[in-house]
Structures are given as C-alpha cells and as structure tokens.
C-alpha cells in the first residue's frame, strides 16, 4: 500500500510559476512508476507528465518545455516545477503511482496506475 500526499498547489499569474511535491509513504519508491494527472473543471482527468524507475520522462504536449517533472529516491518524493503557467494550466493536480515493481505499457493512461493522491488545486489567473 502506498500513500500519496500532494503539496504546493496554489494561486498564481499567467506566466509565474509553481513547483508541486508528492511524498510517498514506504521503503520502496524507487520501483514506482510515477505520474501526474489534472483535472479541470467540467473535464475528465487528464495526463501531464510521468517518470519511470531509470528517470525516463514522458510530457503532455500541452506542457512541454514548461513543466518538469523530477523525483527524489532517498526522500521519497516526486516534484512537478511548473513554469509559465497559463490560464488553461488552472486544475486540481494528483500524483499518481504504478504497483510495485510494475512496467506500464502506457505511462499515460489512467488505468496504469494504482495509487492517487488526494489533489491539489492549482489557479492560474489572467
């Protein structure tokens, strides 16, 4: 069992930026697979961004070459550093986790991840 706690989120002007955290409980973070996921209001749950075990990283288009996605082994924690933000970044944030051990097929479904965090709210303002 793995607990995700989400910190960070925030109010923000277009073009600032935010950094968010993901501390995960457990001795073996290392072997999740970790994402990010958003939802806007009136929207379904969309990907962001992901890390596999060997730092690999995949992006949304919407978000690449703005946001970064890294993760922290011995701290067991995972960061989301977003920058030049926009209105349409506006959404609550979960981190996500695969199983242990797990290697998703596709790192940007949904379905590939088996623990979530509880959110955090993100606004940008115009």
């Known amino acids: 069992q793995v607990q995700l706690v989400e910190s960070g989120g925030g109010l923000v002007q277009a073009g600032g930026s935010l950094r968010l955290s993901c501390a995960a409980s457990?001795?073996?973070?290392?072997?999740?697979?970790m994402g990010w996921f958003r939802r806007a209001p009136g929207k379904e749950r969309d990907f962001v961004t992901a890390?596999?075990?060997?730092?690999?990283?995949y992006y949304a288009d919407s978000v690449k070459g703005r946001f970064t996605i890294s993760r922290d082994n011995v701290k067991n924690t995972m960061y989301l550093q977003m920058n030049s933000l926009k209105p349409e970044d506006t959404a609550v944030y979960y981190c996500?986790?695969?199983?242990?051990?797990?290697?998703?097929?596709?790192?940007?479904?949904?379905?590939?991840?088996?623990?979530w965090g509880q959110g955090t709210q993100v606004t940008v303002s115009s």
């Open positions: 890390i596999t075990w060997s730092g690999i990283t």
């Open positions: 996500a986790s695969s199983g242990l051990g797990a290697r998703p097929r596709n790192y940007t479904s949904r379905v590939s991840y088996e623990y």
């Open positions: 457990g001795r073996t973070f290392s072997r999740y697979a």
